[in-house]
């Protein structure tokens, strides 16, 4: 993915640089990114319903941090970042590791602002039908960018 600026078809993670403070919301000595984060779904909302569909986390410098795909819609999937690092940082388990909800803590405190770019590849012709060869492209970037969100860069 080349750094290039958000289309209509991106989502912004941002949170308020600084310390984490003793505000509502603090666990285990930081904050929870759902203080810290505001989610602003750009002016395309088609972009929220895409499904089968790659999506990359990325700085402001375009340095992509975490890469997933969403088998059905996009903004669902990219909505539910605050609430399942919470929880881990929580101690409440859920699919986000410990480790990795440190890093988005830490990554939110060093950018202030992360955006997710999404993008649905064309269906390609299989003796199967047509399909949307997502995942593909999504193992592509991960061995091609290793993003420090990704369990794969452990």
């Known amino acids: 993915m080349a750094a290039s600026p958000p289309d209509d078809r991106s989502f912004r993670l941002g949170g308020r640089r600084g310390s984490f403070g003793d505000r509502r919301g603090r666990l285990g000595g930081r904050e929870g990114i759902d203080e810290l984060l505001v989610i602003e779904l750009r002016p395309d909302p088609e972009a929220c319903e895409l499904g089968e569909a790659v999506y990359a986390w990325i700085t402001a410098g375009g ?5 997933g795909t969403c088998g059905a819609s ?3 999937r990219l909505l ?4 399942y690092v919470n ?7 859920g699919t986000t590791p410990k480790w990795e909800a440190l890093k988005w803590l830490n990554l939110l405190a060093e950018h202030a602002m992360l955006t997710a770019v999404v ?3 064309e269906p390609t012709p299989t003796a199967a039908g047509l399909i949307r060869p997502y995942l ?3 193992r ?3 061995r091609q960018h290793r993003p420090l969100l990704n369990r794969s860069r452990r």
């Not at 340095?63 to 890469?67: A, S």
Request: proline share 11%.
């Open 140 to 142: 592509q970037l991960i």
């Open 80 to 83: 539910s970042y605050p609430g």
């Open 136 to 138: 593909d492209i999504e």
């Open 63 to 67: 340095k992509p941090v975490r890469i």
């Open 74 to 76: 996009a903004g669902k």
């Open 119 to 121: 993008h649905q590849p």
């Open 87 to 93: 929880r881990s940082l929580a101690g409440r388990g």
